[in-house]
């Protein structure tokens, strides 16, 4: 035990040359450690002085403190002292005195990886650990956010049909996308500026992909060089990249060819986001540290009065049509395209008669266009319409917006999809770093496989339509989803 050091004290050391932070109880002088830190001294200062355990945790194990030179112990903070942890930065400051936040009385505050049992946990706890910042942009969705909640909801009006007395023993959930063989039918969706969450961003996201056996598709919009990203990539692991057609098409070639020339394996065009939309969340937090923002736009950042979006400019060209696909195959010989963004049956049908070899059903997470349909209900669509016109067999179909649960991916695989996304729920989980993003993937596999026993099924090549049934819709409203259903053979009540 070292000398007990007073709450007085340890504010006396908040300068970048003597910072001192208190860290589970124990009292260190990070002064030297400062220009050293993986994340930027900014992280730290902010908590110079202060009692930074809560920050610290959500990132590195107790055992951490190990690494520090004894000589950084300046002693133990005085039990009785309180009011020095930093502030939440989502704390409301216009309520009144002693009253809670809407997090806390919404629901339990999580703040260690152990608490987490499912994807909601992870973004419980990023809205407490993350700077406002950060979670303000990962959260946003266009208007009135109502596509990005009908996304999640969706899953709910479908039914689960399971069969019985199937021996179930042995249960193999790997399935094959484009080529590449993967523990489960899962990818981790790009999502920009990983940074936002954790230094360690998208070569985290890289490292828990070749743990867990999935698809990572690289950002556009990272917050680490591509060559970091992947240079990270194990041997047998695979690697999509991200593009958005940028008005500049010299920027878009340029980072075409990178991709190629590291490896990446197909490319996922975006092609719903001819303008940015209107997302209020974001745009009420005016930037403060632009470190992890994404690299490809630094040049263009300029505005820092509202949200993340905006200060990114312009990054997709609205000029972008189907005639372009010729100019992008001439950039990447012999790569997959995936269109992403693809939410109508006409789409669809367009994209496999122009050889296109994949598309990603994805309303943007909502984030563009307020009261687009949630994603599951365009896979209906875009299933129903590839039967019709002779095409589901020349191209696949992918799936992100929404995606919770293990029975999630289930129901999509169901009507008809070969794999699907998640972008959110990986962002968040970054709160814990490669440990988070680790866990995130190993409870969506655990949660598949158990839906796969229950449902009476060993292979995901055995999942079919009939498996699912919906719930009744509104007389006179959802008349052509039924019918969708209905010719995809799925069952109805």
Not at 293 to 309: E, F, H, K
Request: aromatic share 4%; proline share 5%.
């Amino acid at each position: 035990m070292g000398p007990q050091i007073t709450g007085t004290e340890l504010q006396a050391h908040s300068a970048e040359n003597d910072c001192w932070i208190a860290l589970h109880g124990q009292v260190f002088d990070v002064s030297k450690f400062l220009h050293e830190h993986p994340g930027g001294k900014k992280v730290i200062m902010k908590v110079a002085g202060k009692d930074g355990t809560r920050s610290f945790q959500a990132i590195h194990p107790k055992s951490f403190l190990n690494q520090l030179p004894p000589s950084a112990l300046k002693g133990e903070l005085d039990p009785m002292e309180s009011g020095l942890s930093a502030p939440d930065s989502h704390s409301d400051s216009s309520a009144p005195e002693g009253t809670s936040t809407k997090a806390t009385i919404s629901r339990p505050v999580i703040t260690s990886l152990e608490q987490v049992l499912n994807l909601n946990d992870f973004e419980t706890a990023a809205e407490t650990m993350m700077e406002k910042q950060g979670y303000g942009y990962y959260a946003s969705a266009a208007n009135d956010e109502i596509t990005k909640n009908d996304n999640i909801q969706a899953f709910s009006r479908v039914w689960l049909r399971p069969r019985i007395l199937v021996d179930v023993k042995d249960v193999d959930t790997s399935s094959t996308m484009l080529g590449t063989k993967c523990s489960f039918p899962l990818f981790i969706s790009p999502a920009a500026m990983a940074g936002l969450a954790h230094p360690d961003a998208e070569v985290a996201l890289a490292h828990g992909a070749a743990k867990n056996g999935v698809i990572q598709i690289v950002a556009n919009m990272a917050s680490r060089d591509l060559e970091d990203i992947t240079n990270a990539r194990v041997p047998s692991q695979t690697q999509w990249y991200q593009v958005y057609i940028n008005p500049n098409r010299s920027k878009s070639e340029d980072a075409i060819k990178r991709a190629v020339a590291n490896g990446c394996k197909a490319l996922a065009v975006t092609v719903d986001t001819a303008v940015l939309g209107r997302r209020e969340r974001d745009m009420r937090n005016k930037i403060e540290d632009d470190s992890a923002l994404s690299l490809v736009q630094q040049d263009q950042i300029t505005n820092r009065s509202s949200g993340v979006a905006a200060a990114l400019g312009t990054i997709s060209d609205p000029s972008l049509s189907w005639k372009d696909l010729e100019w992008l195959r001439s950039l990447a010989p012999g790569l997959p395209v995936i269109l992403k963004g693809v939410q109508t049956g006409e789409d669809a049908v367009l994209a496999a008669q122009n050889g296109v070899e994949a598309i990603l059903v994805s309303n943007h997470g909502g984030r563009n266009l307020d009261h687009a349909r949630p994603s599951l209900d365009i896979l209906v669509e875009v299933m129903l319409a590839l039967n019709e016109a002779g095409l589901k067999h020349k191209i696949d179909v992918f799936l992100d917006g929404g995606v919770r649960r293990g029975t999630d991916i289930y129901k999509a695989l169901a009507i008809g999809a070969k794999g699907v996304g998640i972008g959110r729920p990986a962002m968040y989980s970054l709160v814990f770093g490669e440990a988070g993003i680790d866990k995130c993937l190993r409870m969506l596999k655990d949660e598949f496989e158990m839906c796969m026993r229950l449902m009476g099924r060993c292979k995901v090549s055995e999942i079919q339509p009939r498996d699912i049934l919906f719930k009744p819709t509104v007389p006179g409203l959802g008349s052509q989803l039924e019918h969708s259903t209905a010719g995809l053979g799925c069952s109805r009540l």
